[in-house]
């Protein structure tokens, strides 16, 4: 039988109609219904045929026993999409996300150079310097044929000098940063004059350095709903030039940035849509624009100052999960080493042993990553304020005699805590004021 309507006509013997009926056809939903009933709980659905398709109602507590009941309508009909489904979500459940971004960073410079600078003055060459004989009275003295008469003057000295040496050494501060910078110098002369000279400068460095970077933004937003989060500042950043030459600027964001959208998917299921950013400042790869004189149209000349954009060092990931509330997971993770070294002097000279370390030099630098993105989620609801507390309840600035004889700048008077039951936690533990 086919799903639809149509009208049933009764007739006596005569032709008289003695009966006029509506019959409508419909997919029963009967048993549909009792299945609904029987398997989706904590919730009211309703199934209405139409035709040949089939319109859940009602509200359920969750997006997963909505979908529940859709699987299960889809049963009845012979496509998929013969079933509309109108169930809302009554539940409001709020999830809140806590994020914990960790990096550790790890420096080795390690330098050792060597320079070495000679003179060495080869002998003299002394050429005879003749010049015009003169009297008395200036005048010039002549020989018996009438040729001018030269004599000897003081001869000019020209020296042979020769330098030589090396530049191993690398632009470090030496001392200034806690290395060490030593220096010898030794001349020769020989009734005054200069013969030779020989300097050895030795610069060693060695630096170890440890970066920690911690981030834990955290976020609260209503099942199915979106949330943004940034704390962090913005930076110009140039997009173009108007018509009098002036650098159009844009701002874009950087700090440690947060954003996700929850979906309650079951009392102890969460799924989220999480990208999180801890970006920062940085002068490598910055972007540096020099200074300009433009001409517009109408003649008239403008200086355009130079610029300078700075780079962005960022972490970033963004991914979808699914996780019980208060269960965590490591989102994302990153481990990074990169090594270098170099050795360079004197080609030949500097591969003797021992003798060829005056005559090289070594760069030694090594930096190890190890990043970890870990989340967690939690169901929350909201409470009173004064079950609350901040980093600034119980704050009170010092006086000025505790600030100046002390090197006070605060007191911190005790708040009262939150009327929590259980036992109390002992330990350091919450916000730190130092």
């Not at 012979?78 to 971004?101: A, C, D, H, W, Y």
């Not at 009275?137 to 000098?161: C, H, K, S, Y």
């Not at 965590?328 to 993770?333: I, P, T």
């Amino acid at each position: 039988m086919t799903v639809g309507k149509t009208n049933v006509f009764f007739f006596d013997g005569n032709g008289n109609e003695i009966l006029d009926l509506e019959v409508s056809v419909a997919t029963d939903v009967s048993q549909l219904q009792s299945m609904l009933d029987r398997y989706i709980r904590n919730g009211n659905v309703r199934a209405e045929a139409v035709d040949d398709q089939i319109v859940l109602t009602g509200a359920v507590e969750s997006a997963a026993t909505a979908d529940q009941a859709l699987k299960l309508a889809q049963r009845w009909v012979e496509t998929p999409e013969s079933v509309f489904s109108m169930v809302s979500i009554s539940g409001n459940e709020q999830v809140m996300l806590k994020v914990r971004v960790v990096e550790m960073q790890r420096t080795v410079l390690k330098q050792l150079g060597v320079n070495i600078d000679s003179t060495t003055n080869f002998g003299e060459f002394v050429p005879p310097v003749r010049a015009q004989a003169m009297d008395d009275t200036g005048a010039p003295i002549l020989g018996p044929n009438g040729d001018p008469i030269l004599e000897v003057i003081q001869p000019g000295r020209f020296r042979n000098q020769q330098t030589y040496g090396t530049d191993n050494g690398y632009a470090i501060a030496g001392r200034a940063l806690g290395g060490l910078a030593a220096g010898l110098n030794a001349t020769n002369f020989v009734d005054g004059v200069l013969q030779s000279s020989i300097s050895a400068q030795l610069d060693a460095f060695e630096r170890v350095g440890i970066v920690r970077t911690l981030a834990e933004p955290n976020l609260t937003a209503i099942t199915g709903e979106a949330a943004n989060f940034l704390a962090g500042g913005e930076f110009p950043v140039p997009v173009g030039r108007d018509d009098e030459g002036n650098i159009l600027i844009e701002f874009k964001p950087f700090g440690v940035g947060l954003g996700f959208t929850p979906l309650v998917v079951s009392e102890d299921r969460i799924s989220l849509k999480i990208s999180t950013e801890v970006s920062e400042l940085t002068n490598q790869g910055a972007l540096t624009f020099q200074g300009s004189t433009v001409t517009n149209d109408e003649g008239q000349t403008f200086v355009v100052p130079g610029l300078t954009i700075p780079a962005l060092n960022v972490r970033r990931a963004e991914t979808t999960v699914e996780l019980p509330s208060g269960g965590s997971l490591v989102m994302a993770g990153l481990i990074q080493e990169e090594t270098r070294q170099n050795l360079e002097g004197l080609p030949g000279v500097k591969d003797i042993p021992v003798l060829g370390q005056l005559f090289r030099s070594r760069d030694y630098e090594s930096q190890e990553t190890e990043l970890v993105v870990i989340v967690t989620p939690y169901l929350v609801n909201p409470t009173s304020a004064d079950r609350l507390q901040t980093p600034a309840d119980g704050y009170r600035t010092a006086p000025d005699a505790n600030t100046i004889l002390l090197g006070q700048l605060n007191r911190v008077y005790k708040a009262p805590g939150a009327d929590v039951e259980g036992q109390a936690w002992r330990g350091p533990y919450g916000y730190v004021m130092e």
